[in-house]
């Protein structure tokens, strides 16, 4: 299952007016603790209840969440309640509605799992704890930033601190090798495939996230300039920008599953399909996600993983404070443990989540080391030198865009 918040487009035009009206004529907001003093910090959280609004659709994360508040409550008085999430694009409408209400303090939302349009919302409406918070973390010193430049940069959108990383993703492909032992590694080579063998793929209709990941897979494959992607959309030639993606889908979509006429709608419901036998390739942003699916029980042991020719999209994932959170020293402890060697690690292990790690393990204690090197990745996890290359994710307007346009295209059918 695939570890980043799926979420709909955020229209910033609906906010646009009120927050940046707001932003210009904020009062003086309650002082916000310094993670530099970080013994100052744990003794503000002790007794605060961290509410960390976070995606509640797979239920091996709500564990792992569940997992690190049981451990932070025993450690240090922090208790964490998961306000299960369907869209996070609803969490950010919250925080925009207490901002024009005035609500400078005391706000509902603590701590928010989020990346790409979500974020770059906020950051542009100024909602979000002061920069650099982040960078500050006693555990940020162990985040790889040389190696894994994602965790500085979401959706082509610096980060400043303003968000903490704890997860990196990337789109693989799963196919059951009982029913197809030689899955197609292109886009045209999955569109000849099904020509021949109808109805036996499909993807979540957007704007899901791992729907809308695979509209960016396919426009990052066949635009004409990918350097466009870099950059916010431009309106004068987007039309001609995604020409090539929508004729693509449009001769792929009469032979997909049920036509084309109907979509999954979230990326469980796709491995189900896989898990049935009804289609025979499906797709995760996590790449021990098959592995996982495996040790539960939710897929057979004969699904194997594989990636595209040419590279596949990838990101991090992340957490962010609201600039009126109620426990901002809960969240700032809660997102450091999220970083730490022991969270991380079993967060990897595809028997817990299989969510890769956003860590250098050459920087970590010889015994925090070895917590990942005793890891088994699974079965069905490709090792990380055979994951290809990683195409970065677009400019955060993009995503907005292809779901207006997908939507206005096809779900009106």
């Keep these: 299952m695939h570890h980043r918040p799926p979420h709909r487009p955020f229209l910033r035009t609906l906010f646009a007016a009120a927050t940046l009206a707001l932003v210009a004529t904020a009062p003086a907001r309650a002082q916000t603790p310094d993670p530099a003093n970080w013994e100052a910090v744990l003794d503000a959280a002790r007794g605060q209840t961290v509410y960390f609004h976070a995606w509640g659709g797979e239920p091996r994360i709500n564990a792992f969440i569940s997992w690190a508040g049981e451990t932070l409550k025993e450690r240090h008085g922090v208790s964490v309640e998961q306000v299960k999430v369907s869209d996070?694009?609803?969490?950010?409408?919250?925080?925009?509605?207490?901002k024009a209400a005035g609500k400078e303090t005391g706000g509902a939302v603590?701590?928010?799992?989020?990346?790409?349009?979500?974020?770059?919302?906020?950051?542009?409406?100024?909602?979000l704890m002061s920069p650099g918070w982040a960078t500050k973390l006693p555990n940020w010193?162990?985040?790889?930033?040389?190696?894994?430049?994602?965790?500085?940069?979401?959706?082509?959108?610096?980060?400043?601190?303003?968000?903490?990383?704890?997860?990196?993703?990337?789109?693989?492909?799963?196919?059951?090798?009982?029913?197809?032992?030689?899955?197609?590694?292109?886009?045209d080579a999955l569109s000849a495939y099904l020509a021949e063998n109808p109805g036996?793929?499909?993807?979540?209709?957007?704007?899901?996230?791992?729907?809308?990941?695979?509209?960016?897979?396919?426009?990052?494959?066949?635009?004409?300039?990918?350097?466009?992607?870099?950059?916010?959309?431009?309106?004068?030639?987007?039309?001609?920008?995604?020409?090539?993606?929508f004729a693509y889908l449009d001769a792929l979509h009469p032979n997909m599953w049920r036509q084309g006429r109907a979509f999954p709608q979230n990326q469980p419901a796709m491995r189900q399909l896989l898990a049935d036998g009804e289609v025979d390739i499906a797709f995760t942003f996590n790449p021990s996600g098959a592995s996982a699916a495996i040790a539960s029980?939710?897929?057979?042991?004969?699904?194997?993983?594989?990636?595209?020719?040419?590279?596949?999209?990838g990101n991090a994932h992340f957490v962010a404070i609201p600039f009126n959170a109620s426990a901002k020293a809960g969240a700032l402890v809660l997102a450091n443990f999220l970083i730490s060697p022991e969270a991380q690690a079993r967060k990897q292990d595809p028997d817990i989540w299989g969510d890769p790690t956003v860590l250098a393990l050459d920087r970590l204690k010889s015994d925090d080391r070895a917590r990942f090197e005793a890891l088994d990745l699974g079965i069905a996890t490709l090792p990380p030198e055979n994951l290809g290359p990683v195409i970065d994710e677009p400019h955060a307007s993009w995503m907005t865009e292809l779901e207006r346009a997908w939507t206005k295209r096809y779900a009106a059918q």
């Design 88 to 98: 996070t694009a609803n969490v950010v409408s919250r925080i925009v509605a207490e």
């Design 110 to 127: 603590d701590l928010v799992w989020i990346n790409g349009e979500n974020f770059a919302s906020l950051k542009t409406a100024g909602l």
């Design 141 to 187: 010193p162990l985040v790889d930033v040389e190696n894994k430049p994602a965790v500085l940069t979401d959706f082509t959108e610096p980060t400043e601190g303003l968000e903490s990383p704890w997860g990196m993703a990337k789109l693989v492909f799963m196919h059951d090798t009982a029913m197809l032992a030689d899955p197609p590694t292109t886009l």
């Design 200 to 245: 036996r793929f499909t993807y979540p209709q957007p704007p899901n996230f791992h729907g809308s990941t695979f509209l960016k897979q396919v426009l990052a494959t066949t635009i004409a300039d990918p350097d466009k992607l870099t950059r916010p959309v431009d309106p004068a030639t987007l039309e001609a920008d995604v020409a090539p993606l």
């Design 297 to 313: 029980g939710e897929l057979p042991d004969t699904v194997r993983t594989f990636v595209l020719d040419g590279g596949t999209i």
